[in-house]
């Protein structure tokens, strides 16, 4: 039996001009590519839902940080804490991804300004709350952590409303995520005396939240989400990239095949007559001596960023005042002069997010469309998402802890700062102290007892301020 294969409709295919080809390959094959379409489409709502039943099991805490007075720690010691969060990351297998919805939590560090009283925050699932605090009493001993109520919760649930009014954005890497931006040691110079050479870059922001009235508000959050090493991969491809290196292939179906075509290629290249194959070059990848300054410092950059943990992350900033005091300028320039002094202009720098989340548009439907997008970022923000708005870049401990760590006292005078009383000094050992103390056996198990340590949470005295701190300012 012989058997007979009809290649007659294939021909006329590809003997039709080329728009013709196309309506008949759409009119044949057109609903393939709808229903592919149509299948990620519902395989990426399925996942949202899912995670969504999962993650209403969990429970997350707002923790407010009070740090001592007199803080002479520099940004170091937040890296130091934040290398001690990566103890949070876990894998997710398949099952777990797809049929229970399970998937890495975030964090989310924070400082919020309430008319004027500052306060740094950190927002953590309920089960990693000893990790976070333990990050803290680690580099701050004499720290003052206590749970307090979300600030988010006192103004209305949907804004712009008929009182308020917002603007805000998220803050996006310009260039690669390979690339640092500028960190704090970059903020250090030799000059002057010793407690005046390090330039805080945080002092702009603590100026500009002591800055604010009666009825504004700022609230600055950083999501992180803890990940694992895979990342470091792109780092290597980038510096190959820079020494003019060939990309290292795998050993797959596809790379073998485009393998073979490009020999193929190479024997058939000589034959064609009207190409000299003399002329054909061969290019060397660089060595560190062929770079010139700016590829060496992108490279040695690259390596040192790589060299450290990373985080997935997420800047977004949220500027809310009632409509009658709202001074949208003074505190969006302030805030971008604050990303902008993280910029190093060779490697990497922030900017406001203008085509997806920053409040502010252009063209037609200018209102409705900056209203939505004023409510998304609002609601982006109050459930702390890292999915909604633009996907988070990757940044390093170094460059988290110089945009987010707590202020040197003295290179930083923000009067209206929540601080702890100060260092709690031990008592004598001559001291006559009771050796028993009989503690009941419910406060022990209660989950609400507060520790010793984060017992008492005050604001400080303000010779020139009456007024009485705001309701929602978070306190314990």
Known sequence: MDIVIYTGAWERFINLPPDQMFWAFLGNFGWLIIAVIFLLGVREVYLVWIRLQWEKNHKFVLLAIDIPRGNEQSPKAVENMFTYLAGAHGSVNFFEKWFEGIFQKSFSYEVVSIEGYTQFLIRTPIEFRNLVESSVYSQYPDAEISEVDDYVEAVPAQVPDDEYDLWGAEFIQKDSWVYPIKCYQEFEHQMGPSETQFKDPMASLMDLCGSLRQGEQLWFQIIVVPIGFDWVKESEKEINKIFGRKAKTGTGLDVRAVTALGDLSEVIYPIWGDIDSSDKKEDKPKTMMDLTPGEKRKVEAIQIKASKLSFEAKFRVVYLAKKDVMNKAKVANGIVGFMKQFAALDLNNLKPDVDMTMTKTQYFRKAPRLLDKKRKLFKA????????????????????????????????????????????????????????????????????????????????????????????????
């Open 381 to 476: 923000y109050i459930n702390r998402s890292d999915s909604r708005g633009r996907n988070p870049g990757v940044y390093n401990i170094e460059e988290l802890a110089t945009v987010w760590h707590f202020p040197i006292e003295a290179n930083v005078k923000a009067a209206m700062m929540q601080k702890a009383p100060g260092k709690k000094a031990d008592a004598p050992s001559s001291l006559p102290v009771e050796m028993e103390k009989t503690v009941p056996l419910a406060d022990i198990f209660q989950d609400s007892v507060i520790s010793d340590k984060a017992a008492s949470v005050r604001i400080e005295d303000f010779a020139n301020k009456d007024a009485a701190p705001p309701e929602n300012l978070p306190t314990a």
